[in-house]
């Protein structure tokens, strides 16, 4: 599946994050590519982030592309780019109720 979006330059999460040259913090990444690939998933699924790669900084304004694929372990990999450059790179792995304090949630 595939989305695009992009980030405002008064967006809040910018306040104070490097004035002069604003940069979108990683958490704030991680959260738009979270809600986008929830909203295409199974009501009631829940993921966890299983990894992450920051491969490069997203400025306000830059269109970014996502997309991502379910895997036969029902992993959701996902990848998302300016363009043809990856920025950001992951898993979100299913959440079970075995996870629950198993120290891997």
Not at 24 to 32: E, N, Y
Not at 74 to 82: E, N, Q, R, V, W
Request: with cysteine.
């Amino acid at each position: 599946m595939k989305a695009e979006f992009s980030f405002s330059k008064d967006h809040p999460s910018l306040a104070g994050h490097f004035p002069e040259e604003p940069i979108i913090p990683g958490v704030t990444l991680l959260v738009q590519v979270q809600e986008v690939i929830h909203a295409s998933t199974v009501p009631g699924e829940i993921y966890k982030l299983r990894s992450a790669k920051f491969l490069r900084p997203v400025k306000p304004g830059e269109p970014l592309n996502i997309s991502w694929e379910k895997g036969v372990s029902g992993d959701l990999s996902f990848h998302c780019a300016i363009g043809d450059v990856p920025v950001l790179t992951g898993v979100f792995s299913r959440f079970t109720p075995l996870d629950w304090g198993s120290g891997h949630a």
